[in-house]
């Protein structure tokens, strides 16, 4: 019986955790289209940049490794 209960008790701490997680929702302020798609360009713009200032590292330790060992091949 003592089981029974824990599964119960269980299950009523997960529907517990939905019902909350739903009600936090409700509150949130949702960007408009204008700062959502400002946001997009922000977050693409600043991943393309990353990329390739590590690109262009990656390409200058591997000339600088190549210059020091020369080629092996």
Do not use: H
């Not at 409700?26 to 713009?45: A, D, F, G, H, N």
């Not at 690109?55 to 080629?71: C, M, T």
Request: no cysteine.
């Amino acid at each position: 019986m003592a089981v029974i209960n824990r599964i119960k008790q269980g299950f009523g701490s997960t529907f517990s955790f939905f019902s909350g997680s739903w009600s936090e929702l409700k509150k949130v302020r949702w960007p408009k289209r204008k700062e959502l798609i400002s946001y997009t360009i922000v977050v693409i713009s600043t991943v393309l940049f990353v990329t390739l200032y590590f690109y262009v590292l990656d390409l200058g330790i591997s000339g600088l490794i190549e210059l020091f060992f020369g080629s092996e091949s």
